[in-house]
């Protein structure tokens, strides 16, 4: 598998790396051989695939056949006007191997300068699978609409000469719906994501790595971005942010929660919360659980996430975790919930963070408020649920459009 591999470098001495090597594919010329051909009327478009973790899983596996473009919006599948980038052969890609800002280059294509209204990411509706944590191999059920591909919701402007670069971000995690009776039902979740190799990087503690960390960048209480970090070193990098200030929230089992509260990403560069010498660590902690059901419309096709969350005084609002519906039954558990105050820092260039423990937490410590929400469904909540003494198993919703 062809990979670009981008890391943020860290204030321990590294600079940034940006590693690139050129994939096969329809349109492109494989890695030692010259790319499409630019002309005074056309330009080029390379498309490349990266992710988000997804949830329990030791793998997650799609099947990627091409990426199709058309200037038109209204354009049906066999209409006139489309370019297709195709992997031939289709390319089997583990979602899971993509974190910390690699990319996977799907491959590129020269394209007639102009505005382009559709993108679309097709797979191969009978190769695409999942393992379990610690489980086997299961086939992923593909319904038959992704079969003329996955629809972007992105438009852009190819120039004559120029080359345009769109990364599609692939959330497993989101992607992934459980049905009922052990099967899995891909319902896919992309987005078109900046190109620059811009984020926030560090290090996690070496004593947390064994304890499923993960680390994500929120806005307003809502996931932009999330990774795990290298399960050797520590780093993360949280890639491909548009410039902006994001709310940094990192969890592991066993541990108190970590903030730290509005970080700036510019249009240049990484910016750096932690290093090896002084890497980001989080006490050991009880947790809880909060369980229940999610009660959809009938014949609902779109699945639900309940998430927990908690506002810092004078501090904002995040999602600490959360998890999916069983689209059949309805049932989820947010597990690993912490219920001691979490650490929270305020971003300073400064290094390193000072972290204290936020004991005015709303709506309390070892409390959250819980939303339920998904496409399509209006969003409820309830607004304290407390785990402080007890996991909650009675968390129910129902949903309506």
């Known amino acids: 598998m062809n990979k670009t591999f981008h890391q943020a470098g860290l204030l321990a001495g590294s600079a940034l790396i940006v590693t690139t090597l050129v994939a096969c594919g329809g349109g ?6 010259p790319g499409p051909t630019t002309t005074a009327s056309t330009g080029t478009l390379s498309v490349a695939l990266t992710d988000a973790p997804a949830c329990g899983f030791d793998a997650v596996n799609v099947t990627v056949s091409k990426v199709r473009v058309n200037a038109s919006a ?11 980038i195709t992997l031939n052969p289709a390319r089997k890609i583990n ?16 394209l007639a300068a102009g505005h382009y209204s559709q993108l679309r990411l097709v797979l191969d509706a009978n190769a695409n699978t999942v393992v379990p944590t610690g489980g086997t191999e299961q ?15 992105n438009e852009f402007d190819v120039k004559a000469g120029q080359q345009v670069d769109l990364v599609l971000d692939f959330d497993a995690c989101k992607s992934v719906v459980t049905q009922g009776k052990g099967r899995y039902l891909l319902k896919p979740v992309v987005k078109v994501v900046p190109t620059a190799v811009v984020g926030i990087s560090g290090v996690v503690a070496p004593a947390l790595l064994g304890s499923h960390v993960t680390v994500s960048a929120q806005q307003n209480g809502v996931v932009i971005a999330s990774t795990v970090p290298n399960a050797t070193t520590g780093e993360f990098f949280l890639s491909h942010l548009a410039t902006g200030n994001y709310d940094v929230v990192i969890t592991a089992d066993g541990h108190a929660a970590g903030v730290v509260g509005a970080v700036p990403v510019a249009a240049s560069g990484s910016t750096v919360l932690s290093t090896t010498a002084a890497p980001l660590d989080l006490p050991a902690g009880a947790t809880g659980s909060i369980a229940g059901t999610v009660t959809l419309p009938a014949n609902a096709t779109e699945a639900a996430y309940v998430s927990a969350k908690q506002t810092f005084a004078a501090g904002p609002t995040v999602t600490v975790r959360y998890a999916g519906a069983d689209l059949a039954t309805g049932a989820y558990t ?19 963070l000072t972290f204290t423990a936020a004991t005015t ?24 649920v407390d785990i402080s003494t007890a996991n909650a198993t009675k968390v129910d919703f129902t949903l309506t459009p």
């Open 28 to 33: 492109g010329g494989s890695s030692g051989t």
């Open 74 to 84: 209204s354009a049906g599948d066999t209409d006139t006007g489309w370019t297709d």
């Open 95 to 110: 979602l899971l191997n993509l974190t910390n800002g690699v990319l996977d280059t799907l491959g590129q294509t020269p």
């Open 139 to 153: 086939a992923l059920v593909t319904p038959s609409a992704t079969q003329s591909g996955i629809k972007l919701v």
């Open 334 to 352: 947010i597990a690993n919930l912490p219920v001691t105050a979490p650490q929270y820092a305020v971003y300073s260039a400064t290094l390193p």
């Open 361 to 384: 937490v709303l709506p309390g410590v070892g409390k959250y408020r819980v939303e339920a929400a998904g496409t399509g469904y209006t969003t409820k909540a309830i607004d304290i």
